[in-house]
């Protein structure tokens, strides 16, 4: 089992194991693996294995708060 903090990143990997991906997302194995499966996170086959590019862990993150942005509304009270 791999113990190094997480925040210990190897910044010369260019891809990622799903677990790798995980924990940089500090998310499970599972979830991971059906952010994948719906296209949301990005991965590659090399040869019979699955791995996540380096940048497609950044990108799915920007994606998600694009798309989660909070919306504001501003009303004003009107005298009666």
Do not use: K
């Not at 190094?4 to 990997?13: Q, Y």
Request: contains cysteine.
């Amino acid at each position: 089992m791999d113990t190094a903090p997480v925040d210990a990143f190897d910044n010369t990997l260019v891809l990622l194991t799903v677990e790798e991906a995980a924990r940089r997302l500090r998310i499970g194995r599972t979830v991971c693996y059906r952010l994948i499966s719906s296209g949301e996170l990005e991965s590659i086959t090399v040869g019979h294995l699955r791995r996540v590019p380096v940048d497609a862990v950044p990108e799915f993150v920007t994606r998600r708060r694009t798309r989660q942005q909070p919306t504001t509304t501003i009303t004003t009270a009107t005298a009666a």
